[in-house]
């Protein structure tokens, strides 16, 4: 009987020793057994999406579409990431070179570049947005 007893209890030390080495940063134990939290990159400063996009058009518009009358929106921070989206509209041309009109973009801005770019939808913010030409 006394061993069984000394064995529960050895089993019981273990399982709690085992559980602090899975502590997160806000677990009740002490400082040194909690894992230390990721340091967030701090964020990046809103980019200059006129430069942005008039340095990178062929990226945002096909240049067979003739891109004319850009104007962009301001920048918004990216909600899932750590990048920047801008809304973007021009006046474009079809691959057979009949007009499609006023075209709008979002664009996802991430150190300096356009890295995507996608048909802005019916519910996004770009119908509400002040746009300047670029």
């Known amino acids: 009987m006394l061993r ?7 089993l019981v030390g273990a399982l709690t020793l085992g559980a602090c080495g899975f502590a997160d940063s806000r677990a009740p134990v002490p400082e040194f ?4 939290e990721a340091e967030q990159p701090p964020p990046e400063p809103p980019p200059d ?9 062929d990226v945002v518009f096909l240049n067979t579409s003739y891109p004319r009358e850009v104007h962009v929106a301001p920048p918004r921070h990216e ?6 989206t801008a809304c973007v509209r021009a006046q474009l041309t079809s691959a057979t070179g009949s007009a499609l009109g006023l075209q709008t973009y979002i664009v996802t801005i991430a150190e300096g570049k356009v890295v995507d ?8 913010i770009c119908g509400s947005e002040i746009y300047e030409p670029i």
């Open 79 to 84: 909600v899932r990431g750590p990048g920047w």
């Open 49 to 57: 999406v006129k430069r942005v996009v008039r340095e990178q058009i």
């Open 117 to 124: 770019r996608r048909r802005a939808e019916a519910d996004d």
């Open 33 to 36: 057994m909690r894992i230390k």
């Open 4 to 10: 069984i007893v000394a064995h529960m209890a050895l």
